[in-house]
């Protein structure tokens, strides 16, 4: 090896020749690449059905809690192809108290409010189980943000801590939508 000024050739430096480090890119670019095709290959796959359709049908439990936001205690449907009246809820051991005016609820039909195991449960009535999602739950919301003073004038407390879209209902429910699952399915096991 020549060495010019006191320094050995960089060619000499290098740890590796070029076809070494020609491997070692090949390599790289096959550990980063392939992973990726793979990943690629499998997101988009699926189980499509014949004709590259993918059936994305999707199966409602009919008797199932479906959660409307992010916590079931305070928002919730079930039984979208159900229509209920207020007979199977008496008939339940809800207790009628009141008749509502239905001038703040759009598209209700009539809204009652009674009590279940010592607990509150407003229940409005409306067309469809599609008209409560859509007009009752709005009005539902509204009133899970409404509060009451005690009368002291140091405490409130809400009024109602959750609400159920049940069929063609949308249940108020004092603490949380448990209360009114439970009477859903009061009126179901007497059938």
Known sequence: MKRFFGHTPLASL????????GKRVLRAWFAVVVPIVVAVAFACGGNASE????????????????VIGDRPE??????????????EFIEAGWKQHQIYEIDTLPNALEARYGFYNRRDVEIRRYPSHEAAM??????AEEALDR???DGSGFA??????????????????EVSTDDCI??????????
């Not at 439970?182 to 059938?191: K, N, P, Q, V």
């Open 74 to 87: 305070i928002s919730a449907w079930t039984r979208p192809n159900r229509e209920f009246g207020y007979e």
């Open 51 to 66: 004709g590259g359709v993918t059936d994305t049908t999707e199966v409602i439990d009919e008797t199932g809690i479906n």
């Open 134 to 139: 859509n007009d009752g739950t709005a009005s």
């Open 182 to 191: 439970e009477l859903i399915e009061a009126t179901e096991s007497g059938e």
């Open 156 to 173: 409130s407390r809400r009024v109602y801590g959750g609400y159920l879209v049940a069929g063609n209902l949308v249940m108020m429910c």
């Open 14 to 21: 290098a740890p590796f020749s070029s076809h070494e480090r």
């Open 147 to 149: 509060t009451v003073h």
